[in-house]
């Protein structure tokens, strides 16, 4: 296990990737245009512009929830998450036809599949 050197002095703190390209993309822009002003103020005022959303969008529920849906759907319609009842409803009753549709059922061919007796019957030894 590799230990770090305790008498190692701390690096400085690097600026941000963001930081760095927009003030790239702001000298370009002045080399391109010098008369412009508003590139100049932009210069001597970097900072973030995006703001993180506050609100999340996949919660731990609604993860669950769409994955459970999926199992027995085959599909998941991201409009069910809209909290527009309309749009909800309607998403909710979209008809797609799954894989388990368009497969042939047999009755009672996987009844006593974890059996021992089904399974030394048929051959499987794992």
Known sequence: MAT????QAPQPVKSA????????????????QPNNKQVELALQNIHRRRKTPTNREWSHSWRRTAQIIKLFTGRFDRNIMSSNPTVSSTALQKHNTTWLDTQPTTVGSDRNFFSIAARISAGSTT
């Open 4 to 7: 770090k050197n305790k008498t």
């Open 17 to 32: 990737r963001w930081e760095v390209n927009r003030k790239r993309k702001l000298e370009r822009q002045l080399k391109l």
